[in-house]
């Protein structure tokens, strides 16, 4: 009966509350990793003995433990109690008192570790092929890479062997194996999950990742793993929320025509506007975005000074045995010793100067679609060059951890010559619950399997409907950003949104009296109505109220629909307020029309 089971987490827990017990898991995990036969994908493997003796120990079946008798693998760079860490390079290696904060959280949830994982040396790469051990095989087709530097943790969910595995992400390594083995890859907001027992690859950006074969199961580890850490000086006290049907429509983000990259792979180009036309089926308003500001700030994560935090984790090995460092990492890790402080804060300050050049676009949206890689690599690939298609990889990945966005990548429909299909989605901080119910579309619309079984992905379970405390508010005059009664909204905590535009019926004056100026605006049958331009801004409802009472007549209200054929709450005026007041329809724009006045705004 196992040996036909996915190891999903809700599979094992409906047989374990029939009865099985783990040890014949564990058997299981073994037999299957027997069958696949790759020696790459653990640097660490547990005894058997031992870890049946561990799951006999945690006695009769309890579902009040949330991952009771789950199996998973660590990647060598996170501490497990009494397991060798090694972080890829033998010469590194300690064996670790205590388990790292994330592990601990898993045992005490009864999840069961089976091994530590083989990974791209120090975490450097996005390949999975700089490895003293001997790189993992790709779990759906052995010539393509197995993607890093989470190799062996993405390898061994594609083959279904355990049920979640954790890695780490810096620059995409979370997710870039995730899609080149067929699976989800779950990487959280920083400082979500802890980071200590983890040895870092650049400390400011690492987070721990979790790669699963459905978006459940990996959010439902992440939801052990999570928790303040105070002996972690970048964890953070962040709410956990449960999934929630996200509220439509979604503004979604994707790199326009002039800035999206396949690198000549059409098959990958149309697979992933496939996936965008499913995206906005479901709803979404999908909006094509310059992706240069991300692009110049991914340049910055080996041009800059975080070269130098990864220097930080082996100067003394460098320094004492530099041949135990794989040759194309000691290539990369040691360009910061040509670095300076100086390079080091005009980096910082370049970092500011292009985040600040990228919040207006970013603003105005709920998440981006991006593909998880442009293209596919083989290792033959790697063999012929191997600095450029690692860098490929990292097209749509390394700017994230630098500008503090949470993400998933999740499998969409293979592609039509049978490669796995992958879009990340990604958010601000703190919005994991969004990306990941978003993702759950894709696992209900996109025929799949899972990783490199036979399992068809199972349908996820319908989620309760969102429940949101914030009301979107449209304002076409004085409380339009930069104009003077802006700060009525700041004040009350509202934040900007995004631009937007009426339906093609309304009308627009310049009413009496000020300063300040105000706008009019009114929904009229009248031939001359017009679009009129708009900024929607979103509020605390429990605001709304206050908001409310200090709008004076004959302004109020009302619902305003919108070109995109959505409506939102905003300004309107009373009829009466039209006495005196001046027709801008034609200029449609609050703005335009300011520019052409010598009265104050």
């Known amino acids: 009966m196992l040996s036909t089971l996915p190891f999903t987490i809700n599979a094992l827990r409906e047989v374990y509350a029939a009865g099985t017990n783990p040890a014949d898991v564990i058997d299981e995990v073994f037999t299957r990793l027997e069958a696949v036969g790759d020696p790459g994908i653990f640097i660490h493997l547990r005894d058997r003995d031992d870890l049946v003796a561990e799951a006999q120990a945690l006695g009769a079946y309890d579902p009040t433990m949330p991952l009771w008798g789950i199996p998973y693998a660590v990647k060598d760079n996170i501490d497990v109690a009494g397991v060798e860490t090694t972080a890829g390079c033998p010469a590194y290696a300690y064996t670790p008192e205590r388990d790292a904060f994330v592990v601990a959280q898993l045992r005490a949830a009864g999840a069961l570790m089976i091994g530590k994982t083989n990974l791209d040396q120090f975490a450097t790469g996005l390949v999975g092929v700089r490895t003293p051990y001997g790189a993992p095989l790709n779990a759906v087709d052995p010539a393509i890479v197995p993607g890093g530097s989470s190799g062996g943790s993405g390898v061994i969910v594609g083959h279904g062997i355990v049920s979640f595995s954790l890695g780490t992400d810096t620059a995409g390594s979370g997710r870039v194996p995730a899609a080149l083995n067929n699976i989800v890859g779950l990487k959280p907001t920083l400082g979500a999950l802890s980071a200590s027992g983890v040895v870092p690859a650049c400390r400011t950006l690492d987070t721990v990742s979790i790669f699963a074969?459905?978006?459940?199961?990996?959010?439902?580890?992440?939801?052990?793993?999570?928790?303040?850490?105070?002996?972690?000086?970048?964890?953070?006290?962040?709410?956990?929320?449960?999934?929630?049907?996200?509220?439509?429509?979604?503004?979604?983000?994707?790199?326009?025509?002039?800035?999206?990259?396949?690198?000549?792979?059409?098959?990958?180009?149309?697979?992933?506007?496939?996936?965008?036309?499913?995206?906005?089926?479901?709803?979404?308003?999908?909006?094509?975005?310059?992706?240069?500001?991300?692009?110049?700030?991914?340049?910055?994560?080996?041009?800059?000074?975080?070269?130098?935090?990864?220097?930080?984790?082996?100067?003394?090995?460098?320094?004492?045995?530099?041949?135990?460092?794989?040759?194309?990492?000691?290539?990369?890790?040691?360009?910061?010793?040509?670095?300076?402080?100086?390079?080091?804060?005009?980096?910082?300050?370049?970092?500011?100067?292009?985040?600040?050049?990228?919040?207006?676009?970013?603003?105005?949206?709920?998440?981006?679609?991006?593909?998880?890689?442009?293209?596919?690599?083989?290792?033959?690939?790697?063999?012929?060059?191997?600095?450029?298609?690692?860098?490929?990889?990292?097209?749509?990945?390394?700017?994230?951890?630098?500008?503090?966005?949470?993400?998933?990548?999740?499998?969409?429909?293979?592609?039509?010559?049978?490669?796995?299909?992958?879009?990340?989605?990604?958010?601000?901080?703190?919005?994991?619950?969004?990306?990941?119910?978003?993702?759950?579309?894709?696992?209900?619309?996109?025929?799949?399997?899972?990783?490199?079984?036979?399992?068809?992905?199972?349908?996820?379970?319908?989620?309760?409907?969102?429940?949101?405390?914030?009301?979107?508010?449209?304002?076409?005059?004085?409380?339009?950003?930069?104009?003077?009664?802006?700060?009525?909204?700041?004040?009350?905590?509202?934040?900007?949104?995004?631009?937007?535009?009426?339906?093609?019926?309304?009308?627009?004056?310049?009413?009496?009296?000020?300063?300040?100026?105000?706008?009019?605006?009114?929904?009229?049958?009248?031939?001359?109505a017009s679009a009129i331009a708009l900024e929607i801004w979103s509020m605390p409802k429990t605001a709304f109220g206050t908001f409310m009472a200090g709008i004076p007549a004959p302004l109020g209200i009302g619902t305003i629909d919108l070109s995109d054929g959505t409506a939102v709450k905003g300004f309107l005026c009373e009829p009466s307020g039209l006495i005196g007041a001046t027709d801008i329809t034609t200029l449609g724009d609050w703005r335009r029309y300011l520019a052409q006045q010598s009265v104050p705004a």
């Open 213 to 528: 074969m459905t978006v459940d199961d990996a959010y439902a580890a992440f939801a052990v793993a999570r928790g303040y850490d105070a002996s972690d000086a970048y964890s953070k006290p962040l709410a956990h929320e449960d999934l929630t049907e996200p509220a439509q429509p979604l503004r979604v983000g994707i790199p326009d025509a002039g800035s999206v990259e396949f690198f000549g792979d059409t098959m990958q180009q149309a697979t992933f506007e496939r996936d965008v036309a499913a995206l906005a089926a479901r709803g979404a308003v999908i909006e094509p975005v310059d992706f240069e500001p991300l692009y110049a700030i991914a340049r910055m994560l080996y041009e800059g000074a975080w070269v130098a935090e990864r220097y930080t984790v082996i100067a003394d090995l460098l320094a004492t045995n530099p041949d135990a460092v794989h040759p194309v990492t000691r290539q990369i890790i040691t360009h910061a010793e040509s670095m300076s402080a100086a390079d080091a804060f005009t980096g910082f300050y370049r970092l500011a100067e292009l985040k600040r050049a990228a919040e207006p676009m970013l603003d105005g949206l709920d998440l981006l679609c991006v593909p998880t890689v442009p293209t596919f690599y083989t290792i033959a690939d790697l063999e012929a060059d191997p600095i450029t298609p690692n860098s490929n990889n990292g097209t749509y990945t390394n700017f994230v951890n630098l500008l503090d966005m949470c993400g998933i990548a999740v499998p969409t429909a293979p592609r039509s010559d049978g490669r796995p299909g992958s879009v990340t989605l990604l958010a601000g901080a703190g919005q994991d619950a969004l990306v990941a119910a978003v993702a759950r579309g894709f696992e209900r619309d996109c025929p799949r399997t899972m990783g490199a079984t036979a399992h068809a992905v199972p349908a996820p379970a319908p989620l309760p409907e969102a429940t949101s405390d914030m009301i979107e508010i449209a304002v076409c005059g004085a409380h339009m950003s930069g104009l003077p009664l802006n700060g009525q909204l700041t004040d009350l905590g509202a934040t900007f949104r995004r631009t937007a535009q009426t339906m093609p019926d309304y009308k627009f004056y310049a009413l009496a009296g000020g300063p300040p100026a105000r706008p009019g605006l009114v929904k009229s049958p009248a031939a001359d």
